[in-house]
Nanobody
């Protein structure tokens, strides 16, 4: 089992930045693909970014160039650096672990971007 705990969410003005963290316990996550998802009110959960065990990254078009995913395997932690935030980035952000299939999820952290 993998337990995931997100942190770093909060309220920020448009144009600001936040850094989300996802701390894992239970297993070493270096072999997992790790993803960041988000879900806005009334919308489906969407994949924002993922990073493979080898470090390959991928981003949705809506965040490309603004968000950066990274992982620190020594700390068993994955990060999502979010810059140039927009009101439409407002959502609950979740991290998840895949090997394959996203079977492990955190509880989510709220990100609110004011205009």
């Amino acid at each position: 089992q993998v337990q995931l705990v997100e942190s770093g969410g909060g309220l920020v003005q448009a144009g600001g930045s936040l850094r989300l963290s996802c701390a894992a316990s239970g297993r070493i996550i270096s072999v997992y693909t790790m993803g960041w998802f988000r879900q806005a009110p009334g919308k489906q959960r969407e994949l924002v970014s993922h990073i493979t065990s080898s470090g390959t990254t991928n981003y949705s078009d809506s965040v490309k160039g603004r968000f950066t995913i990274s992982r620190d395997n020594a700390k068993n932690t994955v990060y999502l650096q979010m810059n140039s935030l927009k009101p439409e980035d407002t959502a609950v952000y979740y991290c998840a672990a895949s090997r394959p299939g996203y079977n492990y999820w955190g509880q989510g952290t709220q990100v609110t971007v004011s205009s």
